[in-house]
């Protein structure tokens, strides 16, 4: 009975997660929407959560879009292969510098957004998934993707960043500002899980990540 109980739990929890960030409700953005977002052929089978898999789907998009440094770009590629079964492997432009390429504020500015919402649904992923995950589940898979998002956005940000100053554009500009505040939020997210982790490593005599 108790294990029925526990397997039923799971089930519930994982609908609730899967409702809540595919649910226009929840989500930031409509991903189906994005044409980005269109080669992520995600095969459902896989034993990757919401977690690994928002994480990769933004890995993703920052090297295609080369929002990421030209060095990180094979490293975040390769993981987001590792996550999503099917994802297309098209070749990266390892020469294509973001900043000086893109074409128009008006451009830029939409990258940013676009950026936002990837950054905002790995965040909601996570906020979600620790909320109802069991005392028991082992959170390190999940922690080592959302600290290798939060590089990325970090490096998105520097990219953004110099990307508006070679347009003459002010630092203060309304959605780098509210980027910077995703990016923010999604480091909250990412330290209560570290914070899960190194408690639950304490408790049982691990060593914790970091």
């Not at 989500?27 to 919401?50: G, H, Q």
């Not at 999604?186 to 982790?197: H, K």
Request: with cysteine.
């Amino acid at each position: 009975m108790r294990l029925y109980m526990r397997k039923s739990h799971i089930t519930l929890r994982a609908m609730a997660i899967s409702a809540c960030l595919l649910g226009s409700a929840c989500a930031t953005v409509d991903m189906s929407d994005m044409a980005s977002a269109k080669s992520l052929n995600v095969d459902n089978t896989t034993d990757v959560n919401v977690v690994e898999r928002a994480a990769a789907k933004l890995y993703s998009v920052f090297t295609n879009r080369g929002f990421v440094a030209k060095d990180s770009r094979n490293k975040m590629r390769s993981a987001a292969l590792t996550l999503l079964k099917g994802l297309e492997n098209k070749p990266l432009n390892e020469d294509v510098d973001y900043a000086h390429s893109v074409s128009t504020l008006d451009a830029l500015e939409a990258d940013i957004d676009l950026a936002r919402g990837y950054v905002d649904q790995t965040r909601q992923a996570a906020e979600i998934y620790l909320a109802m995950a069991p005392g028991e589940t082992s959170l390190r898979k999940e922690l080592v993707s959302l600290e290798k998002s939060l590089i990325a956005s970090h490096e998105a940000q520097e990219t953004f960043s110099k990307a508006l100053s070679l347009k003459n554009q002010p630092a203060d500009n309304a959605e780098f500002l509210q980027f910077s505040a995703s990016v923010d939020f999604l480091r909250q997210a990412t330290d209560a899980f570290g914070d899960r982790v190194r408690s639950d490593a304490m408790e049982s005599g691990e060593d914790a990540i970091g």
